[in-house]
């Protein structure tokens, strides 16, 4: 894959090139040279922390037998994904997570850098995957105990029990704790009595639930001695050998759906059928023969998000996943803009190539930018994924600290995946709306993204709550510059600024000319001030409307919040933002080569003044920036695209798909013969003369 930019093959050394500068062409022995991006080296390091595990799940995802085919039935396509969920097991792909005894490697981040990688090859496979072992399985590892361990987990591990994590109701879907199935404790017989009591309480949405599953990890309001002690994880098989469902068990098919139609979706309903008391996942919580309920955990409230939270490798994948998909998207649309000819701008003869349109580069690169910032992002959250679940960090705050995390980046890198699709079909007109080049199909796959696991918008709020938790605890009294000390300190890891982010941001605005201000918006601090300043300003605005909620009556306290609901998902989503920006900025600083560490560091700017640019009218009304330092942004981030131009291939290459996880035609290289032929011929027609003459040419 090969665009027509032209590139040196020389490569400037370290003294020749200031990564925190603009230089553009540097020189190298007394010639002026680009500087150029060291595709292998780059390649290894957006691998990430489980570069080895991710190259064998490419390798997976590489063969045809695990690749989706576009215009199955849904019938067939489930029957196909479920064949390949086999080979997953046979090979061990999806088990590093589990027990070693068992056949596992107690790799947990490992196992999410493999298993994300399948959206190359199939998002339904994927998700069908994540079902079996991602929820399913993973809900007996994390919430049962030993004793569940080696009685579930080998069925489970090797497909022999498909299974289906019925959380979900159709009344109630991300709010878990109201859910309405209950589980009644019956002493008499020592069982457990599970209980949809109304339409709105059956499980619905549920991979493996509408044909393959035969068991379930089933969550209901455990009910004892007249007391609910609120949501607990329960094992219970489904179906018989035949595939009928067991007595007092119904399920319906959710049919067709608008992706993803390689798992079979269902819903499930109970009537008072009863499983052993054994059957409760009983690691937080259990029931004694007589009915007395006990747990390590005294407050039912943390009890529960402590249950919940060890299920949060759900959006760890997704995050990943959506990161892959979007870098696939770009990497077909850049590749073939890079080939694709349109218009005769600049030649009376040739057309011109539609990514040298400042447009057509507008609507890719600041999208290649954030996908480079997620791509970053996405591996300190997975090593803070393994930490926490390998037991390295063992706190509360290390598992609220990751359970924030991830609703902070999943709903953005889900959001940042459906946009990036589409634009990038756009990109590539009508050849991007066939099914064979891939585009349209991921982008169906993918919507459903920014609602699993979590509405995006929950989650956002999630963090928001979190964030004026954190500020009403420690900085309820605090000035600004200790608030802005605060904010620094824990999306950014260290603390800035001693004069204030208010005061150097209004400097930029009141002082100097338009090439200083661009010379300060290259400047590292600057913008890492900038970022910040917005987000710790959102949330003290914000906690000091809502101070007096704790002072109000319940209902006054909820309206109130509510008022104020869409403020706090904006700072909580520039709060995920900023922490994209920090990881890219520390990828920077690791990055060794120095033309690949001056690209790198143009892509960086791109990303984090778009963000400035996005959120203008912010930075413009709360006198961040004068109108004058906002054009400037504007125009810096035009002369920073045209830097970028001339890499755009280098830095879609540095993805690592090849061919075989490309899979579009439109990207194989076929444009390139096209325009290459279609150049020829009519150059070949001009040079004998028998080119027809152009109407306008015979006028005088």
Known sequence: MVDTAQRSKARPTVSDTNPNTDTGPVAVGGVTVQPAVDVASLGRQLLGTWADVRIQARELSARPDMQRIEGLSMADHRARVFDQLHVLAENGHV??????????????????????????????????????WGLFGAAVLHLGTEEHHNKYLPGIMDLSVPGAFAMTEIGHGSDVASIGTTATF????????????????WKDYLGNAAKDGIAAVLFAQLITQGVNHGVH????????????????IGGEDDGLK?????????????????????NLLNRYGDVTEDGTYTSSISSPGRRFFTMLGTLVQGRVSLDGAATAASALALTIAITYGGQRRQFNAGSATDE????????????????????????????EFLVKFDDVFSGKATTDADRQDLETLAAALKPLSTWHALDTLQEAREACGGAGFLAANRIVGLRADLDVYATFEGDNNVLLQLVAKRLLTDFSRKFA????????WYVVAQAAGRAYSGTGLRSLTQLMADRGSTARSVGA????????????????????????????????????????FNAHQNELIEAARAHGELLQWEAFTRAL???????????????????GLGLVEKNIGWYLINGRLSAKRAQAVTAYIDRLIARIRPHAQSLVDSFGYTQDHLRAPIASGLERERQTEAREYYAAARASGTAPREEKSGKK
């Open 95 to 132: 088990l590093r997570a589990f027990p070693t005894h068992l056949g596992g490697a107690d790799d947990h981040g490992g196992n999410i850098a493999g298993f994300e990688e399948l959206v190359i090859a199939d998002p339904s496979l994927q998700i069908k995957g994540g079902v079996q």
């Open 233 to 248: 994880a329960f094992y219970i098989p489904i179906r018989d050998e035949t595939g009928a469902f067991l007595p007092g």
């Open 352 to 379: 011109e190539v539609i990514l040298d349109y400042q447009r057509h580069q507008r609507r890719l690169f600041p999208r290649l930018a954030t996908t480079y910032a997620q791509t970053f992002a996405h591996d």
């Open 521 to 560: 918006l290259r400047d590292t601090e600057v913008q890492r001030e900038m970022l910040t300043d917005r987000v710790e300003t959102m949330i003290a605005d914000a906690a000091g409307k809502l101070r007096r909620a704790t002072k109000l009556p319940k209902k006054e306290a909820a309206d109130l």
């Open 186 to 201: 019956d002493p008499e017989t020592d069982e457990f009595v599970i209980h949809t009591p109304f339409r709105a309480a």
């Open 477 to 484: 009294k605090a000035d600004a510059g200790a608030l802005a």
């Open 258 to 278: 608008g992706g993803l139609n390689g798992i079979d979706n269902g819903r499930l309903h109970f009537d008072h059928v009863r499983i052993p008391r054994a």
């Open 589 to 607: 600083e690791k990055t060794e080569d120095p033309g690949t560490k001056q690209v790198l560091t143009w892509l960086r700017d791109l990303f």
